[in-house]
């Protein structure tokens, strides 16, 4: 029953858009939320390819020294891991058991909240239960990768690092994400300033998924020595409910969920 009044509510949202009516600011998150939860419930086994960069930079944006990770996303049901395949350092191939280090300090980030990874989505401040940590304006109706796009920024009205302040870019036919720009409501730790943005694509028939992640920042180590740090991913290579991550995570019992 649930479901069916989804369907139509969303079939009255998407009427709305083919006539040219513009939206208004509740249509819109109601809409973005359905969406979103409709295509979580398509999907339960998903790979990915992924490339992973991790750099350190000077103040002038120049890299002083680059990680770079190819790895493959698993996520069934619950369950999520990332599993590293290659590591490159400065250009250079690294040993795999640098790589298993490697691995091993950016998962022991993630677990402690210090860094993200592709599990997490900008998109859940959208949901029912997170709304009422932010206030929504509707900015208008810009150009943005090549498509007309509603612009809704969303301020936190928590001061905490685990929530964020951002600008969503809509498509203004579909209402799928094309663009989120975000920053942490509070600066983490020696964090000074930190920029994100996630970029996505249609990847199959209504199926929208992240394509590239982007992030540039700075901080102070003991109030003095300035730093300056970026990362990006690339991702490919998508395998929407093949069966593959379920036969992964039955093969590799030994993998702790890394869901967060």
């Not at 079939?11 to 006539?19: F, P, Q, R, T």
């Not at 040219?20 to 999907?43: A, C, F, P, T």
């Not at 300090?105 to 592709?118: D, F, P, T």
């Not at 959208?126 to 612009?151: N, T």
């Amino acid at each position: 029953m649930i479901k069916f009044l989804t369907v139509i509510i969303i079939g009255l949202i998407l009427a709305g858009i083919a006539s040219g009516q513009m939206l208004e600011l509740n249509q819109i998150i109601d809409s973005v939320y359905i969406r979103d939860s409709l295509q979580k419930s398509r999907i339960n086994d998903l790979v990915i390819s992924a490339e992973s960069y991790q750099r350190k930079l000077d103040s002038d944006g120049n890299i002083k020294e680059e990680k770079k990770f190819d790895k493959t996303i698993y996520s069934f049901d619950t369950l999520y891991f990332e599993e590293y395949l290659t590591y490159f350092k400065n250009g250079e191939k690294q040993s795999d058991s640098e790589r298993d280090k490697e691995a091993e300090k950016i998962r022991e980030k993630q677990n402690k909240g210090e860094s993200r990874n592709a599990s997490t989505s900008p998109l859940e401040i959208f949901y029912p239960d997170k709304r009422s940590g932010y206030s929504f304006s509707l900015v208008g109706i810009e150009a943005e990768s090549e498509c007309e796009c509603y612009h809704v920024r969303a301020k936190s009205k928590v001061d905490k690092s685990d929530f964020f302040d951002g600008d969503f870019w809509f498509d203004h036919n579909t209402l799928r994400p094309v663009l989120v720009e975000f920053r942490p409501a509070k600066m983490p730790g020696p964090i000074k300033e930190l920029e994100m943005s996630l970029a996505y694509d249609t990847v199959a028939s209504g199926i929208y998924l992240p394509a590239r992640f982007n992030l540039r920042g700075r901080g102070k180590a003991l109030w003095v020595f300035g730093f300056h740090f970026g990362a990006e991913e690339l991702y490919s290579g998508y395998r929407i409910n093949t069966g593959a991550a379920q036969e992964f995570f039955g093969k590799e019992k030994n993998h702790e969920n890394q869901d967060l």
